[in-house]
Nanobody, 122 residues
Framework: QVQLVESGGGLVQAGGSLRLSCAASGRTSSTYVMGWFRRPPGKGREFVAK????????YLADSVNGRFTLSRDNAKNTVYLQMNSLKPEDTAVYYC???????????????WGQGTQVTVSS
């Protein structure tokens, strides 16, 4: 129902910064969650961050908290992931996802972007 397009990935040296964006189109509402996940080489999918569109509240994984910042642009239906102090272990394919704001429990993400590669060199 919602189409997501990520952009902003690339190659950066350790300690550098990148800003990822995720633009949503199609049928959107003010009561959904936008999340970021990543898949490092040879590993499973990891949660990175999420934002509640209703009030803009954000939650970040401990591994990135203090280095990454999540923000939104309501007019553009776009969420931004500012990544600072990047480490080689941040290397992964980053995916944007969205799902309805849950009444209880965990968010069920039903829309996914195509992914964007982030590579951090030492």
């Amino acid at each position: 129902q919602v189409q997501l397009v990520e952009s902003g990935g690339g190659l950066v040296q350790a300690g550098g910064s990148l800003r990822l964006s995720c633009a949503a189109s199609g049928r959107t509402s003010s009561t959904y969650v936008m999340g970021w996940f990543r898949r490092p080489p040879g590993k499973g999918r990891e949660f990175v961050a999420k934002i509640y569109w209703s009030d803009g509240s954000t939650y970040l994984a401990d591994s990135v908290n203090g280095r990454f910042t999540l923000s939104r642009d309501n007019a553009k239906n776009t969420v931004y992931l500012q990544m600072n102090s990047l480490k080689p272990e941040d290397t992964a394919v980053y995916y944007c996802a969205s799902g309805p704001q849950p009444i209880y429990g965990y968010t069920k993400y039903d829309s996914w972007g195509q992914g964007t590669q982030v590579t951090v060199s030492s």
